[in-house]
């Protein structure tokens, strides 16, 4: 969801007259992690059920790209909505610490989606996540809201994930429409000298 959530407020922030100037501006400390970190990911879940030391240590991974992805947003927090950021990572961390480094999956939730989906957690062909069990702790904090038709996109999403998304979708706002915003005063003042 939260490149869903990425890809809808930059058309939001668009219809409201912003632009992808602001985007240029921004300075991260640590600017690499992020794209170090997303590349990571991508390598674990695509070699997770190929090489067989790579699934068993994807948890420890995953807990990893957590830890280091939740320093990353800290030393950033100056920048516009970025703590509702952390928070929403932070919350997904804590629910996969305490439960092995997996992410706790409704399967209630996931009955409202394709068979597949179900399938698939049950046989443990994705390694960050596991269904929800009596021993689960915290599963309230888990994969517990159902996304289905008409959403583009089945799947099942976090309380974490709903805080983060928000917090996305307005730190994106918040930058698409500063150069809007600096140019709005400027124009008038022209105006003004014109008449």
């Not at 790209?65 to 509702?84: E, M, P, S």
């Not at 939730?109 to 957690?121: F, G, K, N, S």
Request: hydrophobic share 50%; glycine share 10%; aromatic share 14%.
């Amino acid at each position: 969801m939260v490149y869903d959530g990425l890809l809808v407020a930059i058309l939001i922030g668009f219809i409201r007259g912003g632009s992808l100037k602001g985007f240029g501006e921004i300075r991260f400390k640590m600017g690499w992690v992020f794209p170090a970190l997303l590349l990571f990911q991508l390598c674990i879940f695509y070699f997770q059920n190929k090489i067989e030391w790579v699934g068993e240590i994807s948890q420890f991974s995953f807990i990893g790209v957590y830890v280091i992805g939740l320093i990353f947003l800290w030393i950033n927090r100056f920048h516009d909505h970025f703590k509702f950021i952390f928070v929403g990572v932070l919350l997904n961390f804590i629910v996969m610490a305490v439960n092995g480094g997996r992410m706790p999956v409704s399967g209630e939730a996931a009955l409202h989606l394709d068979p597949y989906y179900l399938e698939t957690l049950k046989n443990s062909l994705y390694a960050k996540h596991t269904l929800v069990t009596d021993s689960t702790i915290f599963a309230f904090l888990g994969d517990i809201i159902p996304l289905k038709a008409p959403y583009p996109r089945e799947q099942i999403i976090s309380i974490g994930d709903v805080v983060m998304n928000i917090g996305g979708f307005l730190a994106i706002q918040a930058i698409m429409l500063r150069t809007k915003e600096r140019e709005e005063p400027l124009n008038g003042n022209s105006k003004e000298v014109k008449i």
